[in-house]
């Protein structure tokens, strides 16, 4: 099962779910998502132990347009870096298949081919 597959079954269909031990500038934190926003950013580990949601084990998590710091009250629109080391899309609190585009990706091959 791919990284996004097996992320997609621990997202319940309501849209409320937490991101534990995220990665953020100022340090690890666990964000709720609710609704397509991030509702909250505790200290990794405060969140409830139980509560559904995705163990990223400190991979990263930052704004899609712009790549910035998350903070409350801002869109669910994310990057986020998933356990296996995968970043994919988060918008409006849904992870995306697609992969992040990288500079090999987007400025082509090294030696100039199209290949």
Partial sequence: MSAPTCCLARIPANGKFWLKNARLPDGLRDIRIEDGRVRALVPAGES?????????????????DDGGAVA??????????????RTVAMRAGRLETAARPDAAATNGQADGSDR
């Fill in 48 to 64: 409830p132990c139980c509560a559904p949601g995705l163990d990223l084990d400190g991979g990263t998590v930052c704004r899609i």
């Fill in 72 to 85: 409350g009250g801002d869109p669910a629109d994310l990057w986020v870096t998933l356990c296996g080391g």
